[in-house]
């Protein structure tokens, strides 16, 4: 099977949790014929045929990625920069490109992809490509744009807007990453309930070395001092201020001897410019890291005393996996998304409730066997979440529409 993949989120400025999703689809499918995860049992998704999903892991799948037109040798060097080959370069840059696509539905990029038959497309985002000679699959990764506008500009807003439209008319199967998304999804949308196939990202488990974790640690300036670390980008519904606010409370009221690590990009709506004003006045207690790669992520998240996402909204919640496959406490937000994802590995607080934030972070940095017992279950937990379980879930969703 030819998947024609689309990887343009990759260089978007902040790829963010969709650029990751595409990246790890396109390093996975193509590995499903070679073999299974030694670590995941076909059985264990509720519903599967474990003959079906054998058939599915025999099949040879080869990604076919393009991307929009950029200057230079960006697309490769972006390409690379995640362990990826070349892409199919379109014709058109990505505002165009998107606006031709979204608005009104041309610009097909079956025909500049390499000559060979391409079974199915994917739309990894709401960048959604005409729909043409082969059937096509989008992912709508949440309806947030529609149920907190104020956090999105209005070409966000429009955008999204634009793109769900396009995904309800368009496509022949809808890929939404948990169950809770799909209902909200469903709620906010045209596209309808049953149309949506809900299926969990996976998450990287290879654990952070002592040496990473030490060389974070002296990068950042923070010694054996412990942290809190919370990851993301910096935009408004991530509600960093809610977890700053707390901090700063719980260091007038216990003064413990963490630092609060913030760690990722800035994204929009001066979310980056609005955190930093509410951490001015804790000092150096107050780390913001910008943007890291991958190995000093999960030192990062490996070395926290716990690890803390306040988020007003999530479709997914991939950080809380993250944290917790590095073994490392997790405080998460009681939203439905991250109790599907968390289970009961995680403590949830309530959304936007300061006070309660400040005390569970006191609760939670001052107890270290309720933080080993949140990290165990947490590990547990992830690593229920695989890529390859996700890829093949997805190559079943390929092979319903062909």
């Known amino acids: ?17 969709i650029g990751r999703y595409a990246a790890e689809l396109a390093r996975v499918l193509p590995t499903l014929a070679a073999g299974a995860d ?3 049992d076909p059985g264990a998704d509720p519903g599967a045929d474990p003959g079906e999903v054998a058939d599915q892991v025999a099949e040879a799948v080869e990604v076919v990625p393009f991307v929009a037109r950029h200057p230079g040798p960006v697309v490769v060097t972006s390409m690379r920069a995640v362990g990826l080959g070349p892409a199919t370069v379109l014709p058109w840059p990505r505002p165009l ?19 060979g038959a391409v079974d199915v497309v994917h739309a990894p985002s709401v960048a959604v490509p005409p729909r043409r000679r082969v059937p096509l699959v989008v ?31 368009r496509a022949d199967a809808i890929v939404a990453p948990t169950a809770a998304a799909a209902d909200e999804i469903a709620e906010f949308t045209p596209i309808p309930r049953e149309r949506i196939v809900p299926i969990h990202h996976g998450v990287d488990h290879t654990v952070a070395t002592d040496a990473e974790v030490a060389a974070a640690r002296a990068d950042l300036g923070l010694g054996d001092r412990p942290f809190v670390c919370w990851v993301g ?7 960093v201020g809610v977890l700053i606010d707390a901090f700063a409370r719980l260091v007038d009221r216990d003064d413990p001897p963490h630092r609060l690590v913030l760690v990722g990009p800035s994204g929009w709506l001066d979310g980056a410019g ?17 943007a890291v790669p991958a190995d000093r992520l999960r030192a990062l998240y490996r070395g926290a005393a716990c690890f803390a996402l ?5 479709g997914f919640g991939l950080p809380v996996l993250e944290a917790a496959a590095q073994g490392t406490a997790v405080l998460a937000s009681d939203l439905p998304v991250l109790r599907e994802i968390a289970g009961t590995s995680a403590r949830f607080v309530p959304v936007g409730d300061v006070e309660a934030w400040t005390d569970a972070l006191g609760d939670v940095l ?20 695989t890529w390859t379980r996700s890829g093949r879930a997805h190559l079943a969703v390929y092979r319903s529409v062909c």
């Open 38 to 40: 030694p670590d995941d």
């Open 233 to 239: 980008t910096l935009e408004p519904r991530k509600d």
């Open 274 to 290: 609005a955190a930093a004003t509410r951490a001015a006045t804790l000092g150096d207690r107050v780390r913001f890291t910008g």
């Open 1 to 17: 099977m030819r998947v024609a993949l689309n990887l343009e989120q990759l260089l978007q400025p902040t790829p963010g949790g």
């Open 97 to 115: 490109l998107y606006d031709l696509w979204n608005r009104w539905g041309r610009a097909d990029p079956l025909r500049h992809l390499p000559a």
């Open 310 to 314: 306040p988020s007003r909204h999530e």
């Open 139 to 169: 992912t709508v990764h949440d309806a947030a744009p529609m149920r907190f506008p104020d956090t999105y500009p209005r070409r966000g807003r429009r955008f999204h807007d634009l793109g769900v439209r396009a995904a309800a008319a």
């Open 366 to 385: 001052r107890d270290d066997v309720a933080r080993a017992a949140l990290g165990a279950a947490g590990r547990a937990r992830a690593a229920e979440f």
